[in-house]
């Protein structure tokens, strides 16, 4: 790698890095200011953490491979989304005006959160291990891909409250009004069934690659499937506190 292309990469990865960080920051701090759970806030923001740097480690040692920049853009959206969900709900529900441009934060976190963990969960396995589609004229996931990313931007623009379920009677302003609003239903159905569907296939396209891989490409899919697990397991744990 030439020492300009080396030092591009290095500054992407840093950039990643200190978005996620900031973004998990804010969140964290803003929990504590709220009094909500702080360690279900940690659980979640552990996931992220592990998501970027094992990206952070792949994109480094492996910069043509976009499984590690997947996990670095996934991991930042994912933060900076969820600390702008955070900066809604403080600024509408806890401490009401207190937070300038709120309706921003609320949109824009809404969809970033659902994009980056789209990315996480969807884009990365679809590319895992070596970065690569599987070769198929009948692939039709990344254009799939395309079309969940679009309504997950779309859906929480459009929706009434921007997708965000614990802000009260709060309205989103740039929301559609009868009868325009059939877009943000179209938008949902465009990215959540489909995602499901997507998931399904990828499963299955992981399986197909673990029986036709070498003994490496299986090594590498069981420490993927192990990591996976991970934030399954931690779910109900999260969410129950």
Do not use: C, E
Not at 70 to 86: I, K, P, Q, R, Y
């Amino acid at each position: 790698m030439s020492p300009g292309k080396h030092s591009r990469t290095v500054a992407a990865i840093i950039a990643a890095t200190v978005l996620t960080v900031g973004g998990l920051t804010t969140s964290l701090v803003l929990t504590r200011i709220d009094h909500h759970s702080f360690v279900s806030q940690v659980l979640g923001a552990a996931v992220i953490a592990a998501f970027v740097v094992a990206g952070a480690v792949v994109a480094a040692a492996r910069p043509t491979n976009p499984v590690g920049w997947l996990m670095l853009v996934g991991a930042a959206l994912s933060a900076l989304g969820g600390a702008g969900a955070d900066l809604a709900h403080h600024g509408i529900v806890d401490h009401p005006g207190s937070v300038a441009g709120v309706a921003a934060f609320a949109v824009a976190g809404s969809a970033a959160r659902s994009v980056g963990w789209y990315v996480l969960s969807l884009g990365v396995p679809l590319v895992f291990p070596d970065g690569r589609l599987v070769p198929s004229r009948r692939n039709w996931l990344p254009k799939a891909m395309v079309v969940i990313v679009i309504g997950a931007v779309v859906d929480p623009l459009t929706d009434r409250q921007a997708d965000l379920t614990n802000l009260g009677h709060w309205q989103n302003p740039a929301a559609l009004h009868p009868p325009w609003d059939i877009v943000s239903g179209l938008a949902l159905l465009a990215h959540f069934p489909l995602a499901i569907v997507a998931t399904v296939a990828i499963i299955r396209q992981l399986v197909g690659r673990y029986r036709q891989g070498s003994a490496l490409t299986r090594q590498q899919l069981r420490l993927f499937v192990v990591a996976a697990l991970v934030p399954v397991v931690a779910a109900p744990l999260v969410f129950s506190i």
